[in-house]
């Protein structure tokens, strides 16, 4: 019994483990700072990808503004699919340089932190039926880093009890 217990414990470890997304190979020379590359008006052009094979590509139109150590992102998505979205990240950065942050969908609160040249973000959201009634509440952890050329590429692993369920990519661009 003990050798099972052990075995389920080193497996859902391990799941867990597999959330977070590696940092993608392209980074460039810059470390990536969210008050610095995504202020101003940015447009981010991505697709969710989930395990049923449901895929979702869409435009994000966003505007970052800096306050003293709060960062507000308001974000407008607008889905190949016809449907519109607007969410707002109100992040704060805390003493010891990480972030907390809170938005209309996200259980709790958010955690920001800086990973090398990363910006990691780990955050619960309750996913929406198609009936827009409540859903399941998954794990999102993004990693955000800076090309060479400026683009911002976001990547986020999406979990449910420990398994990744979906992901989404992203790339960012000031606005033109």
Same mark, same amino acid.
């Given at each position: ?62 505007? &970052?503004?800096?306050? !003293?150590?709060?960062?507000?992102? @308001?974000? =407008?998505?607008? /889905? +190949? ?26 259980? &709790?609160?958010?955690? !920001?932190?800086?990973?090398?040249? @990363?910006? =990691?973000?780990? /955050? +619960? ?52």
């Amino acid at each position: 019994m003990r050798r099972i217990a052990i075995v389920v414990a080193s497996l859902l470890a391990f799941a867990a483990c597999a959330l977070a997304p590696g940092t993608p190979k392209d980074t460039g020379p810059e470390a990536f700072a969210i008050e610095r590359d995504l202020a101003g008006e940015t447009v981010a052009r991505g697709q969710f990808s989930a395990i049923n094979g449901v895929k979702r590509a869409f435009t994000a139109y966003m505007t &970052g503004t800096l306050a !003293g150590d709060r960062f507000t992102l @308001a974000e =407008r998505f607008e /889905y +190949d699919d016809g449907e519109k979205d607007q969410k707002t990240w109100v992040l704060t950065r805390q003493a010891d340089g990480t972030w907390s942050g809170t938005r209309e969908d996200v259980v &709790g609160e958010a955690k !920001g932190w800086q990973d090398g040249k @990363a910006f =990691r973000l780990a /955050y +619960d959201v309750v996913l929406p039926n198609e009936d827009g009634s409540p859903g399941m509440q998954v794990h999102f952890q993004d990693v955000m880093v800076k090309r060479a050329d400026g683009v911002v590429l976001n990547n986020a692993s999406v979990g449910w009890w420990g398994f990744s369920v979906a992901g989404v990519e992203l790339e960012i661009k000031p606005a033109r």
